[in-house]
């Protein structure tokens, strides 16, 4: 069963950071692009962060500086790095895989990702 979930959510102060994490099961990530998106309450889902290989990755304008995408392939797993986070930071995250070779390098399209998680909450909140 092909799965990603997430985890490392959750409440945190502006100026906080978090780490969330994607775990892959049933299927390897090695030839797999990886995209962070996120949902806030009424707005449209955008993309974040991805990543299709080594020295290929994007970032949303709002994210810049503050966001990292990294994957270990060796634990199957994918990370964001979220510093200096802001209360315009809060919604829920998901993470997403896609066929590596397919996958923009400077946007992040959702139609573009053929695996997504559940979903991980940030709130970001004094």
Request: glycine share 12%; proline share 2%.
């Amino acid at each position: 069963q092909v799965q990603l979930v997430e985890s490392g959510g959750g409440l945190v102060q502006p100026g906080g950071s978090l780490r969330l994490s994607c775990a892959a099961s049933g299927f390897t990530l090695d030839y797999y692009g990886i995209g962070w998106f996120r949902q806030a309450p009424g707005k449209e889902r955008e993309g974040v962060s991805c990543i299709r290989s080594v020295g290929s990755t994007y970032y949303s304008d709002s994210v810049k500086g503050r966001f990292t995408i990294s994957r270990d392939n060796a634990k199957n797993t994918v990370y964001l790095q979220m510093n200096s986070l802001k209360p315009e930071d809060t919604a829920v995250y998901y993470c997403a895989a896609g066929i590596a070779r397919l996958i923009s390098t400077r946007q992040c399209l959702t139609r573009e990702f053929n695996y997504w998680g559940q979903g991980t909450q940030v709130t970001v909140s004094s």
